[in-house]
């Protein structure tokens, strides 16, 4: 018998238990090849049978050595619960299953003197959404009647840029009595409400994001849905920023600075001007954290386009030599107008916060008239790599803060002159399209996603701790890793396909949603036609509580 | 479903028209109530023209409030006009104990101040009686303007105009241009001022229809303008959308319908003036309506125009001889005033133009 070492690591120590069944095995090796976190091998067990082959019992002994495959127990390999294992076996031989008498977070960080990273979302609190209590209640019937989802026009377009109140236009009024614009106003560019949010070239695989930009071509030019997507923190391939489809892109610049010698160098040669410029103060996964991108999805590729080694790369918290909003307003945002010749439309990216409605104030009170677009980030919103930490103990709802910023603007009459974009888990039911009209209700101009874009390319991830491994560089769908045996099991078309379909069934939803209560625009503020069973919800939202 | 009606003439109007022009409509409305502006005044009031004309309903506490403030702004009166009413058992009508219409002089210190200036006062003076009659209900302030006369009440159309002795036409209390609305508010509670039409400085509108983005329009004009107030019926909006830009932002009467309805994304593109049609959307999209309405309406200098929703989801009509034009919701009531017209000239208004009637009757349809 062994002695029992209680301090090692055993495998009901892990998050995820592998349930093996050697009779149906067929030792095929599928599993263990496809596994990318070296979770599960092949070993020899020494079995004992004893057996009886006479009338009258006399047991006999017999040990055979069997081939199996049993799960690792080191916690580098940790499995992930991610799936594959029983997507290639042939036999359902084997899954992995939830353990739920883990002890992990007590034992990596008693091992490694660090906390557990993971890429993902927030998987802490899964309870019913705030969204999901909300209903658009308020029908159009008899008098005001519905309109018909599939035989209107409908004007599903959200403004992106700073907008100037009527008194401050620049108009005159000519002989003929028309209106003329005589004099320059903020660049705003009217693009379809929901964005493809800022996941970077690095965090992504090459093919997945080549997935995304075909897409969104796709979705432009074939389609007519002027869907734009972030380019997020780290650049993009020069052959793209010098393209036409660059109109299709908002630039992100992040406290890294990563990718920008490269586009500052491209600008001479831009044939269009990007989408946007999104300056990234915050994220709502991780609020107060950087940008993170470990060395192993460091590829050359993107090393060539960030202009770095192979080595981690941590932005940091904040935008150094930013110490004030006044500052983040004049510097960083004058800079960016000024670097596209005001034609260019710059927006912030925040996280939800306690003060985000100080925050908002600040930006929708300056006198120069520059900030384009605050986008306020959730935190449900995803993440390429962050510590468990900040995943799950920090960050605020984006939902009653994007509230507040509204109703602010709507306290000093300034609705509307910064548009507000929101995001943080929105679609992590799977139907955007209501998570959408929802936000829009509540005062949202747009909303933006990232997690469900990876969802349609097939990601495994969950927010009940499944897989959520893009910090890894070990996808198994090949989404966020670099390594190109994984890239491989990425179908770029099959992706661009999904994300198009999404998009054209997402925009039909739409007008499902805006027929019934006979707007052919978006009811952005219109809170009017939300209702909500949790009287909680409803006063803190101020739309009518319904029982 | 709400019926609306307007009448402009070169000739002056008795109301009696106004009513004819509803009545035959009535089975499109609740019969629920009466109310009409008259703007261009005749008869007793046409010597008054340049001095505003006070429309009040109150009681004899409300009354005593008004002569307070009025007096203490220093108004001096210099006509008073009574209607002689006739009650009867059973009529339905929720009358008021009295219906005030006098005309002032301005106050010494206004007396050459600009327009501008004189037109604030006016407004600031009614407001200010509003706001002092409406804690008890002691009185209702409809107007307080040169020209102008408003009359509103619940009750039974007919019965209103036979409690006013507005069925029997004379030249002494007439008008050339008329809007009237023969129905209470129906999304909200009865209260006397959400009845249409309503009036801002000499801007008129009363609408048939139900304004969806309600909520939006309101929480933004809610800071534009102190005369933004009530907001008792989802139509206030359009009047002040229409005040704010034509007075306010000094725009012309052509841009109501990009402010309100503004074009699809896709045909702006096409358009030359794009930049500033797309500037307007912009600045203004809370200002932007939905839902299904006709909206008549009048300006200061008694210019009269339609617009429809983007959908043309109400009925309008527009028809004319040579001495008269009448805007209704539905073709009898033309017929019943108009009867000798040629109909084959009616217009009905399509969903993207605003038809404008200037004070020589030249009607003009104005494509968005």
Known sequence: METVKINDLACNDLPWKVIYDSKRCTLCGSCIASCTFGAIKPKIERRRKSFSDTETPEPKITFSATPVITQVNILKHFCRGCGVCERVCPNNAIRSERNPDSRFNVVYQAATATGPKRGGRNNLEVKARTLDTLRVGRISQMTDPSLDAERHTFDCQAPLGRILPATQLPFTIGPDGTLAKSGHTPPVNWIYPIIIGDMSIGALSWRMWEAVSMAVAYLNEECGLPVRQCSGEGGMPVRLLKSKYLKYVILQIASGHFGWNRIIKAMPHMVEDPAGVLIKIGQGAKPGDGGLLMAAKVASHIQSIRGVPKTDLLSPPNHQGLYSIEESVQKMFLSFNAAFKFRVPVAIKVAASATSVSVFNNLVRDPYNIVGGFFLDGIDGGTGAAHDISLDHTGHPVVSKLRDCYLAAVAQGRQGQIPLWAAGGLGKTGNLAADAFKMFCLGANGVFTGKLILQLAGCLGNEHSRCNACNTGLCPAGITTQEPTLVRRLDPDRVAENIVNYFLAMDKELRKLMAPIGNSSLPVGRSDCLISTDKAIADRLQVQYVC | ?368
């Open chain 2, 1 to 368: 479903m709400c019926r609306i009606g307007a009448i402009k003439s070169l000739n002056y109007v008795h109301p009696s028209k106004a009513l004819q022009l509803m009545n035959s409509q009535q089975k499109g409305h609740d019969n629920s109530g009466f109310a009409m502006v008259m703007q261009d005044l005749g008869g007793i009031f046409a010597e008054y023209k340049d001095k505003p004309t006070l429309s009040l309903a109150c009681t004899d506490a409300g009354l005593k409030i008004a002569e307070e403030i009025l007096d203490a702004v220093g108004f001096k009166q210099v006509f008073q006009w009574v209607p002689e009413t006739n009650w009867q058992a059973g009529m339905d009508i929720q009358a008021m104990p009295n219906y005030v219409f006098r005309t002032f002089d301005y106050p010494e210190l206004f007396k050459d101040a600009p327009k501008r200036d004189k037109e604030d006062l006016l407004t600031n003076t009614r407001l200010q009686l509003r706001f002092a009659m409406e804690k008890d209900q002691t009185g209702f302030a409809y107007s307080f303007w040169p020209d102008v006369i408003t009359l509103k009440e619940i009750g039974d159309p007919r019965d209103i105009g036979t409690f006013f002795g507005l069925w029997e036409p004379d030249d002494s209390f007439t008008a050339k241009t008329i809007t009237a609305q023969c129905r209470q508010n129906t999304n909200y509670a009865i209260v006397r001022y959400a009845a249409h039409p309503f009036f801002l400085q000499g801007y008129v509108t009363l609408t048939n229809g139900e304004n969806t983005f309600y909520q939006k329009n309101k929480e933004f004009q809610s800071t534009l303008h102190p005369g933004y107030v009530g907001f008792e019926s989802d139509s206030q909006c359009f009047l002040y959308t229409m005040h704010y830009m034509h007075r306010q932002l000094g725009w012309p009467l052509s841009y109501y319908k990009h402010i309100i309805t503004p074009l699809p994304f896709q045909e702006v593109a096409k358009r030359e003036d794009r930049e500033e049609l797309m500037a307007i959307r912009q600045s203004l999209a809370h200002l932007e309506i939905n839902g299904p309405n006709t909206i008549i309406g009048t300006l200061p200098d008694h210019t009269m125009w339609v617009v429809c929703d983007a959908k043309k989801l109400r009925p309008i009509v527009v028809g004319q001889t040579k001495d008269t034009v009448v805007f209704s919701s539905e073709v009898c009531g033309i017929n019943e005033i108009l009867s000798d017209r040629n109909w084959e000239t009616d217009i009905y208004p399509n969903e993207r133009e605003i038809v404008v009637v200037d004070n020589n009757l030249e009607v003009q349809r104005w494509k968005q």
